[in-house]
C-alpha cells in the first residue's frame, strides 16, 4: 500500500488547464510541474494502436468534423476506431469544446483553435516522459486508463490486451513500477488482473451508480461490502471528489466514510478531479479544496488540470510541517 501520508499530485490529462488535454505539449508542461504521475486515457484506432484520448469520439478536440465530414457514424459522432493512426496523425487537436455550439468548454483556457497540436500515441507519450524523466533527474510516472473496453469489444477489439504488453514492454509491470493502471469497469478490472494477469498497481475508478442501469447482482462499489469486493483485485479506488465531500454547500460540506473505508482495506484513494476553474460547490477556493481532501479526508492523490497549483499546495505543507 502506497504512504497514506505523501499524497500524490496526478497530471489530468497533463497540464490540461493550460495546454489542449492529452497533447504531448500539456505532457511535457506536466512534467516540468513536478506532477508525480500524468494521465494517459486510451483509446483504440482502427489498426489497433492505443491512442491518448479521453473518449473514444474525436469531434470535440479535433477539426475531423471538416477534415473528413463523411465518416461520422449514423449517430453524428466521429469515433477514434474508424480511423487508422495516419489519419488520426493528420488531425489538429485543439482546446475541448462543445460540438453543438462550437464553444470551447473552459473559456479562459488555451484557445480553440490556435498552434498546431497532434494526437499521440501511447508510445510517443511513454518515450517522451521517460525521456524527460532521464532528461530533467526525475521519476514522473504514468496513469494509463483503459477507457470503454466493453464497447471496444463490442467493436470486435481487445483494447486490455493490446495496451499490457505496451505497459511491460516499457517497464511497467509490478508493482514496484511507477505506474498505476485504471478502468472504470468492475469486469474488465477483475479480468485485467486475474486472466491477463496483470501484476501492477490497479485501481478501480468509481462513477456515479444508477441501480436501475446495473445489473441485479451487480453492488454498489462504493459501499463498503461493494469496496471489500474491490479491493480483493485492487490496490486503490479513483472516486469523483464528491463521493469524499457531500453537499452542495460550504455549510452542508460533509467527508464521507469512502476513504475511511478504503484505507480500513488498505487501498490508496486518488480522486478527480481538481480544476481551479470549476471548484465544487461546497468549497470556497482551491486551497480550501485540497485543505479539505489531503488534510481532513486524508486522500492519497489528487487529479488535477493544475499540476502546479496541487503541487505548490503540497510543498507548503510539507515545508510547514519541517519547520
Not at 494526437?119 to 477507457?147: C, D, F, M, V, W
Not at 465531500?245 to 455549510?251: A, E, M
Not at 470556497?284 to 497549483?309: I, N, R, T
Request: include cysteine; glycine fraction near 6%.
Amino acid at each position: 500500500m502506497a504512504q497514506i501520508h505523501s499524497p500524490i499530485v496526478i497530471a489530468h490529462r497533463g497540464a490540461s488547464g493550460y495546454l489542449p488535454e492529452h497533447t504531448l505539449e500539456a505532457k511535457a508542461m506536466a512534467h516540468a510541474m513536478h506532477a508525480d504521475f500524468i494521465e494517459q486515457d486510451l483509446v483504440l484506432s482502427k489498426d489497433d494502436i492505443p491512442v491518448v484520448l479521453h473518449d473514444i469520439y474525436i469531434d470535440t478536440v479535433s477539426d475531423v468534423a471538416t477534415r473528413f465530414p463523411e465518416r461520422k457514424r449514423a449517430d453524428g459522432r466521429y469515433y477514434a476506431i474508424d480511423f487508422m493512426l495516419v489519419e488520426l496523425k493528420q488531425l489538429k487537436m485543439t482546446e475541448r469544446f462543445n460540438v453543438k455550439t462550437g464553444k470551447q468548454v473552459y473559456e479562459n483556457r488555451f484557445p480553440k483553435g490556435l498552434g498546431n497540436f497532434q494526437i499521440a500515441t501511447l508510445e510517443e507519450e511513454i518515450q517522451l516522459i521517460q525521456g524527460l524523466n532521464r532528461s530533467r533527474q526525475q521519476a514522473t510516472g504514468i496513469y494509463p486508463e483503459i477507457k470503454q473496453p466493453a464497447w471496444h469489444c463490442k467493436q470486435g477489439h481487445d483494447i486490455s490486451r493490446i495496451v499490457l504488453p505496451i505497459l511491460q514492454r516499457y517497464g511497467y509491470a509490478t508493482k514496484h513500477d511507477a505506474c498505476w493502471l485504471q478502468c472504470f469497469e468492475y469486469e474488465e478490472v477483475e479480468r485485467i488482473r486475474n486472466e491477463l494477469k496483470w501484476e501492477g498497481k490497479l485501481v478501480m475508478l468509481l462513477g456515479p451508480f444508477h441501480k436501475d442501469k446495473q445489473a441485479n447482482d451487480e453492488p454498489d462499489l462504493s459501499t463498503h461490502d461493494g469496496l471489500k469486493l474491490v479491493a480483493k483485485i485492487a490496490d486503490g479506488i479513483g472516486p469523483s471528489i464528491a463521493q469524499v465531500l457531500s453537499g452542495k454547500t460550504p455549510l452542508e460540506r460533509r467527508i464521507t466514510d469512502l476513504v475511511e473505508t478504503a484505507h480500513s482495506l488498505k487501498m490508496v484513494v486518488h480522486p478527480y478531479t481538481m480544476r481551479i476553474d470549476e471548484l465544487p460547490t461546497n468549497v470556497v477556493s482551491a486551497e480550501e479544496l485540497m485543505e479539505v481532501l489531503f488534510a481532513q479526508a486524508k486522500v492519497d492523490g489528487l487529479f488535477s488540470d493544475f499540476p502546479d497549483v496541487t503541487a505548490a499546495w503540497l510543498a507548503k505543507q510539507r515545508a510547514v510541517r519541517n519547520k
